[in-house]
C-alpha cells in the first residue's frame, strides 16, 4: 500500500509543480531532495538514538551536497539524487539501523522518490530535445 501511495503522492506533486509553475525555479527539485533526506533525521530524533542520528545526518549532508551540486551544475545530478534516495530507502534498514523509522516509511518514500526523479529525468530530456532544435534544424 506505500508503494501506491507514494507513487500517487508523487505524481500528484510533481502535475501539481508543473502545471502551476512552481517547478520553474531550478531550486524546486533541489529543495525537494534535500528535505526528503531530512526525514530519517527525524524518525532517529523519534528513535532516541544518537548514532542513528550522526549517520543519519551524515547521508542527509550528502544529499544536500548532491542537490545543491545539481542546482549550480548539472540538473541531471538532482534527478539522479532523487531516484538514488529512493535505491537508498531499498537499502536503509541494511545500513542504518533506526528505530524511530515506520515499517511503512522505506516502500513509500522510495516510490515516491524514484517516481519524482523519473519525473524530472523525463521533463530534463523533453527541454534538452527542445532546446536543440531551432527551426526546425539540430543546433
Not at 2 to 18: E, K, S
Not at 82 to 99: E, P, S
Request: glycine share 12%; charged share 10%; proline share 2%.
Amino acid at each position: 500500500m506505500g508503494f501506491a501511495i507514494g507513487i500517487i503522492l508523487a505524481a500528484a506533486v510533481c502535475t501539481f509543480a508543473l502545471l502551476t509553475g512552481l517547478d520553474r525555479e531550478r531550486a524546486f527539485y533541489s529543495t525537494v531532495l534535500i528535505v526528503i533526506a531530512t526525514y530519517y533525521i527525524l524518525f532517529a530524533a523519534m528513535g532516541g538514538s544518537r548514532f542513528a542520528l550522526t549517520m543519519e545526518s551524515l547521508v542527509a549532508v550528502g544529499f544536500a551536497v548532491l542537490a545543491v551540486a545539481g542546482f549550480k551544475r548539472n540538473f541531471w545530478l538532482v534527478a539522479g539524487g532523487l531516484a538514488g534516495h529512493g535505491v537508498f530507502d531499498f537499502f536503509h534498514h541494511r545500513l542504518i539501523q533506526n528505530a524511530g523509522v515506520p515499517a511503512w516509511w522505506p516502500g513509500f518514500c522510495m516510490s515516491w522518490d524514484v517516481f519524482a526523479g523519473i519525473f524530472l529525468a523525463v521533463l530534463l530530456a523533453r527541454r534538452s530535445e527542445s532546446g536543440r532544435m531551432v527551426s526546425g534544424q539540430p543546433k
